[in-house]
T-cell receptor, first 109, second 112 residues
């Protein structure tokens, strides 16, 4: 099956710092999403980004489908950014999303 | 839109009891997914439906698990009999073409 790898697995940041999270996938994909799982366990959709670049406030994401990776940028991090960030990909042949193992982010004040 | 609605939010039950988890997808979404999340195994897809029809149930752990979607606005995941190893957070998600997933808030199940 498809492999979805995220890096780094863990990240600790000082408040105000910037970071880049990476998602590599092993096969051609139809779609890609980034999710944030907050400390209360809720899974929040950040970006639906099969290709190109999108921005939403301090967050932005870029997917280069031909090279099989996506990046999530967090600028001026805040303590509320803490949690686990998941990348999920959908293969061309179906509508099931496959999840990576996540990046656990801790932002300290 | 109220999003994907799951109930109950928390469930504590004794081993051997039947457990039923409920999900109301977003109106107009034609795909519905049931996931289970544990520390050890992460997010696992259990089953998904398209237009109320089960498409892939290969992730359902065993015969104790069953899922139904009698109509476009309701789905259930049932565990009978429940076991302590079923303790996890169960998520429901719905999607429509080109709109991606939206998750519910999850049901935290504890089997004692």
């Amino acid at each position: 099956g498809i492999q979805v790898e995220q890096s780094p697995p863990d990240l600790i940041l000082q408040e105000g710092a910037n970071s880049t999270l990476r998602c590599n996938f092993s096969d051609s994909v139809n779609n890609l999403q980034w999710f944030h799982q907050n400390p209360w366990g809720q899974l929040i959709n950040l970006f639906y980004i099969p290709s190109g670049t999108k921005q939403n406030g301090r967050l932005s994401a870029t997917t280069v489908a031909t090279e099989r990776y996506s990046l999530l940028y967090i600028s001026s991090s805040q303590t509320t950014d803490s949690g686990v960030y998941f990348c999920a990909v959908e293969l061309r042949t179906g509508n099931q999303f496959y999840f990576g193992t996540g990046t656990s982010l801790t932002v300290i004040p | 839109d109220a999003g994907v609605i799951q109930s109950p939010r928390h469930e504590v039950t004794e081993m051997g009891q039947e457990v039923t988890l409920r999900c109301k997808p977003i109106s107009g979404h034609d795909y519905l997914f049931w996931y289970r999340q544990t520390m050890m195994r992460g997010l696992e897809l259990l089953i998904y439906f398209n237009n109320n029809v089960p498409i892939d149930d290969s992730g359902m752990p065993e015969d104790r698990f069953s899922a139904k979607m009698p109509n476009a606005s309701f789905s259930t995941l049932k565990i009978q009999p429940s076991e302590p190893r079923d303790s996890a957070v169960y998520f429901c998600a719905s999607s429509a073409e080109a709109y991606g997933y939206t998750f519910g808030s999850g049901t935290r199940l504890t089997v004692v």
